[in-house]
Nanobody, 132 residues
Framework: EVQLQASGGGLVQAGGSLRISCVASGFIFGDYAIAWFRQAPGKEREGVSCISGPGRTYYVDDKKGRFTISRDNAKDTVYLQMHNLTPEDTAVYYC??????????????????????????WGKGTQVTVSS
């Protein structure tokens, strides 16, 4: 069965950094795109970043330069390194698997999945809280 488990969240101060991880199982990891989403209470889930099977990366516009997605296919793991965090980054962060090796939808280098209705598998989230 497909499983994706996010971990590594926690409480950080504004301006700080945090790396969260997504460990997957139940499929050939390197064959599929993996994406990060987040959702704050009372707000719609939103896409953050996506990485294709071969390692091409995409970000929503306001995350470019602060967040970095990467993957280690040998470890079946995708990471999201977050820098210069603000309280607005506070949310539950989820990883999800796409339907194919390419990230979608995208426009250029921009991840444009919105709430991620095109994702086919979802993992449990990890809470990231940024305080001032």
């Amino acid at each position: 069965e497909v499983q994706l488990q996010a971990s590594g969240g926690g409480l950080v101060q504004a301006g700080g950094s945090l790396r969260i991880s997504c460990v997957a199982s139940g499929f050939i990891f390197g064959d599929y795109a993996i994406a990060w989403f987040r959702q704050a209470p009372g707000k719609e889930r939103e896409g953050v970043s996506c990485i294709s099977g071969p390692g091409r990366t995409y970000y929503v516009d306001d995350k470019k330069g602060r967040f970095t997605i990467s993957r280690d296919n040998a470890k079946d793991t995708v990471y999201l390194q977050m820098h210069n965090l603000t309280p607005e980054d506070t949310a539950v962060y989820y990883c999800a698997r796409g339907a194919r090796t390419d990230c979608a939808p995208t426009y250029g280098n921009t991840f444009s999945a919105g709430p991620g209705t095109n994702m086919v598998s979802w993992g449990k989230g990890t809470q990231v809280t940024v305080s001032s």
